[in-house]
């Protein structure tokens, strides 16, 4: 599979990124690199294979959203069909890497959570999670780092935090971006210079300092 590897050859941990729908866009290759300058050696799989949604499908026309439609029915990134790949991802990166931790933005989270193998991660992080619901709370024992936009559901996030904070207490790590949009940490980062693009990086900032605590 087509696979965007960043980071130091003989590093013991590694990060396995899922991406959006928007697959290998810039500011998601650029978060990639600000991963590895951790330490960790960062692994993007191409799982949608090519196959990737369009800006215009979200322009609020029509056609777009036609083509947004015929896109999404037959989507490759339906979460639950990728507990497979990322399965045999997992698997494969714990036969170099001593510890494996993972970010799953927007539909990563749920493809992430939905994976038969999800506890074989060291840890799991989300930026502005799709798709989350009380019960991918039941399924995950491992620390969680999770970066809610203002798009989000408050309620549901909150909820899904004080159940894995039942589980292991003081472990997981909640940090709601309030004045930033869904997907601001990755295809529609902007990083332009302004407060989103300080946004952005911070993100990042949380990410290092989650992994480096867990991994």
């Given at each position: 599979?087509?696979?965007?590897?960043?980071g130091?050859?003989?590093a013991?941990s590694?990060?396995?990124i899922v991406?959006?729908?928007?697959g290998?866009?810039?500011?998601?290759?650029?978060?990639?690199?600000?991963?590895a300058?951790?330490?960790?050696?960062?692994?993007?799989?191409?799982?949608?294979?090519?196959d990737?949604?369009?800006?215009?499908?979200?322009d609020g026309?029509?056609e777009?959203a036609a083509k947004a439609?015929?896109y999404?029915?037959?989507?490759p990134?339906?979460?639950?069909?990728?507990s497979?790949?990322?399965?045999a991802?997992?698997?494969?990166?714990?036969?170099?890497?001593?510890?494996?931790?993972?970010v799953?933005y927007c539909?990563?989270?749920?493809?992430?959570?939905?994976?038969v193998?999800?506890?074989d991660f060291t840890?799991i992080?989300?930026?502005h999670?799709?798709?989350?619901?009380?019960?991918?709370?039941e399924k995950v024992?491992?620390p969680?780092?999770?970066?809610p936009s203002?798009?989000?559901d408050k309620?549901?996030?909150?909820?899904?935090?004080a159940?894995l904070?039942?589980k292991n207490?003081?472990?997981?790590?909640l940090?709601?971006?309030?004045d930033?949009p869904?997907g601001w940490?990755a295809?529609r980062?902007d990083?332009s210079g302004?407060?989103?693009?300080k946004?952005y990086q911070e993100?990042?900032a949380d990410l290092l300092?989650f992994?480096?605590?867990?991994l």
């Amino acid at each position: 599979m087509k696979t965007y590897i960043v980071g130091p050859e003989n590093a013991s941990s590694a990060i396995l990124i899922v991406y959006d729908v928007f697959g290998f866009s810039p500011q998601i290759l650029q978060g990639a690199d600000i991963l590895a300058s951790g330490g960790y050696r960062v692994y993007m799989p191409d799982l949608l294979h090519g196959d990737y949604a369009t800006p215009d499908m979200f322009d609020g026309s029509a056609e777009g959203a036609a083509k947004a439609a015929k896109y999404f029915q037959g989507f490759p990134a339906v979460p639950q069909t990728q507990s497979t790949q990322i399965g045999a991802s997992l698997a494969e990166l714990k036969v170099t890497h001593d510890k494996v931790g993972t970010v799953g933005y927007c539909w990563g989270w749920k493809a992430t959570t939905t994976s038969v193998d999800v506890n074989d991660f060291t840890a799991i992080a989300s930026c502005h999670p799709s798709f989350i619901d009380l019960e991918d709370a039941e399924k995950v024992n491992v620390p969680v780092c999770l970066l809610p936009s203002k798009d989000e559901d408050k309620a549901v996030v909150d909820g899904v935090f004080a159940k894995l904070e039942q589980k292991n207490p003081g472990q997981n790590f909640l940090k709601w971006y309030p004045d930033e949009p869904h997907g601001w940490a990755a295809a529609r980062g902007d990083l332009s210079g302004n407060e989103h693009t300080k946004a952005y990086q911070e993100a990042y900032a949380d990410l290092l300092t989650f992994f480096k605590a867990k991994l």
